[in-house]
């Protein structure tokens, strides 16, 4: 696991480490110049241009420090200060001195114009940037971006993106490589921000590891090393002991989303999995997955809310220890009925995704059943009819948006985007860092559904499923996308990618 902090709380971790520690802030800081310096070594020769653009905090302190390195390294670097000295940090007035008396070349203001720059290290703003950038400090990124440097370093976090939230405060500088100090900052991980890092290099600059405690971070990522949380399967076992899915999926000429969900419960090892659908896609069903149980009903039952259809409704429920709710339902009348069936007797957790979502968004009295249960799975077009915000404001306040559904109803909220972020019921907040655009087609979704199911289904609790899950997907979407390119992926074969992740998780 990775923990990933918001800018108050790196702040918070340095203050931990400086004032209760005693590590004092300019050992830090040399820390963190000293990692840019190595970076920037790999970048460019003695002779080649680096300008080191620095803010009057400590971010700024930070560049004038690595720029000091590179200078007594014999390379050629120019100070670029934006920003009034007098306003500087107590660390920026000690770096820019020592700077000084080592014989750094310091400029205030950038005034001159086609001029080339090898190397760029960007430290204007770090995680203290807290507003929209506007006058003289506008000017000074737009006049050195225009230079167009070959390679940029960001030092923790390319200026302008928001430590928080990844968007751009009236203008950002892209870096090449970003290297950060400490932990990965959200702003690093959430799109614009995430384009703008482009590589990301944590440098270790001696935090403690109890400061990251001390702060409490719920916000997390994975790494490769984390599938080792995928349940193992004892070898003495048999089909039930890895649980029982019931997808309440599809409708008439809608049997796509069904198969796809039901595929990948059962590729990430659910022990069975059973289709509750429309009698209509039965044939098709059986055909395309005979390893899955159908059972059907009519949907003018579904519509007339008949006792017969509500008594089998009841037992799938009881049957199931997970159900699956929405892939394909469509958006006929009997679907509000059969939705609200299914959230008032089903005792497991359930994902609602999809046309379960759009049924909620129409009829918002059945947030009602919602329970700690529930995982909800929506886009951003499916989370803006259930909050009635727009598509735009969620897409840059996504964890803000996630977080404040799912503790409004004490649920599950996994908020897909091309990050897709997951606001757990147990108040922890995990950001995804696998999956690329290939994954952006039809059916990936469904695919997502079947995974969750799956972890579900062989035991793990709600909100590590969900994490998991999340990650999992992606990382079948990253594996596909290395063997056959960014074009031709086709949902199912994600769910088949799916097998692979799990034999080296068993192989290790
Ligand atoms: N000892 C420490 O505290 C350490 C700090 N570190 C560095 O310090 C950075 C944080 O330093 P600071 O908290 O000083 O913050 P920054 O250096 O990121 O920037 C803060 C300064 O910019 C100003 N500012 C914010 N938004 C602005 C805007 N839109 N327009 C104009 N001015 C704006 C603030 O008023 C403040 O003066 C980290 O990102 C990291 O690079 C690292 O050196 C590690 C150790
Ligand atoms: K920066």
Redesign the pocket.
Known sequence: MRYLVTGEL??RV??YT?EQIGIP??V??ER??LAVFKEAVNHVKQTDPVWVLC????????GIAAARMLHISGYKVLVILA?KKE?G?S?YLTQLSIAEKTGVDVVEGFSFKAVECSLLID?L??????????GG?LEIMKSITGCRPEFTIA???PSGIHSDTGQI??AAIPADVTVT??YEKLGTMLYPGKEYSKQVIVAD?GFPPESINYVKTEYFTFHKADTALIPKRPAYSNKGSFGKVLLVAGSKNMSGAAFLSALAAYRTGAGLVKIFTVEENREILQTELPEAVIVSYHSSDAEKKTENFEQLLIEQCEWASVIVLGPGLGQADYVKNLVESVLANAYVPVIVDADGLNTIASYPELTGYYTDNIIITPHLGEMARLTGSAVELIKKHLIQTAREYADRFGITCILKDAVTVAALNDQRTYVNSSGNSSMAKAGAGDVLTGILAGLLAMGLEGPDAAALGVWLHGLAGDMRKKKYGDYSLLARELADEIDIILKEQMRE
């Open positions: 790196m702040k340095d203050q400086i802030s300019l830090l800081m963190a110049a803010g009057s905090g400590n971010n700024g302190a930070d920003g306003k940090s660390e430290a703003f770090g995680v203290g940037l807290d507003r929209e950038i506007l400090h030092v923790d976090i405060m009236g100090f400490g600059i």
